[in-house]
């Protein structure tokens, strides 16, 4: 008797099959864009849209949001009305995220909902939260030459750009200051060739640790800052070879002026304590 209802089973999911019929559970829709990557920036509110497209006549269906990313991501409407099949629906997202809030990347999902169960798939959505605008992550693109990416002109390459700004996003003026060493370590690796230009580097590279201890009295701590920074910058064999070269030129050479001062600060790294 077993063997006999399975094998009916088999028949009637093959003539669903043919027929093109579906189940219950087999209800579709069809997201668009199939998920989302998207960024709250401090204090800005940004908007964008998505749409769905559903194999079933929708009535009084609800959107559920990841209880993660609700309280930077709202959705409109909460409440889909009558949405006949194949036709699309457009929901507007509203993506904010107020100051001091940490950096971190979230997961989580919309999904719509009918008497708080889910009735579709879901939508994936990745949320960075970043304290200001920043470039996107270069990725692997960022790594093919020795000069990097640097889509806003400012000296920084883009990663360090990131790198500076989502480690230190609490310290402004330790970011500052740091960004000012990422300039001259830059510049230092792309004309390791000249000592003429080594040593001007290293002398004001001296300079921007003294802008550092002038922030921060603990030279161990401006050390390690310091370092970490440096292995961001020496990603890939091409500029540790040149930050060789540009050392090389330095051979007995220490720095004399270790006195913290604030006048060791650049322009765009005064101001703003740690």
Not at 30 to 38: D, I, K, N, R
Not at 50 to 67: E, G, H, R, T, Y
Not at 106 to 126: A, N, R
Not at 188 to 209: F, G, N, V
Request: proline letters at 5%; aromatic letters at 6%; hydrophobic letters at 40%.
């Amino acid at each position: 008797m077993s063997n006999r209802i399975v094998i009916l089973a088999i028949i009637v999911v093959a003539l669903a099959a043919v027929l093109g019929i579906s189940f219950a559970g087999d209800k579709e829709v069809v997201w668009t864009p199939g998920q989302v990557s998207t960024t709250a920036v401090w204090g800005h509110t940004s908007t964008s849209s998505v749409s769905f497209v559903s194999d079933k006549n929708l009535n009084k269906v609800a959107v559920l949001i990841d209880p993660k990313l609700k309280p930077y991501l709202s959705v409109t409407p909460l409440s889909v009305g009558k949405v006949d099949k194949g036709r699309t629906a457009l929901l507007t997202l509203t993506i904010s995220a107020p100051p001091n809030t940490p950096p971190q990347v979230l997961t989580g999902t919309i999904e719509l909902t009918k008497e708080g169960k889910k009735v579709f798939d879901s939508l994936p959505v990745m949320l960075s939260i970043e304290p200001v605008v920043l470039p996107p992550d270069p990725g692997e693109a960022g790594r093919t030459t020795l000069a990097g990416i640097d889509s806003d002109g400012d000296g920084v390459r883009d990663d360090i750009q990131r790198y500076i700004a989502l480690t230190y996003w609490d310290q402004s003026g330790v970011a500052a200051g740091l960004r000012q060493e990422a300039v001259l370590t830059q510049a230092a690796i792309e004309h390791s060739e000249s000592k003429e230009m080594a040593l001007q580097y290293s002398d004001q590279l001296d300079r921007s640790t003294n802008c550092l201890r002038f922030r921060i009295a603990d030279l161990n701590k401006v050390v390690k800052m310091e370092d970490s920074l440096l292995s961001e910058i020496l990603n890939t064999d091409e500029r540790s070879r040149a930050y060789i070269r540009y050392d090389s030129h330095l051979g007995g050479i220490f720095p004399v002026n270790l006195v913290p001062k604030g006048t060791d600060c650049d322009s765009s790294s005064k101001g703003g304590g740690q």
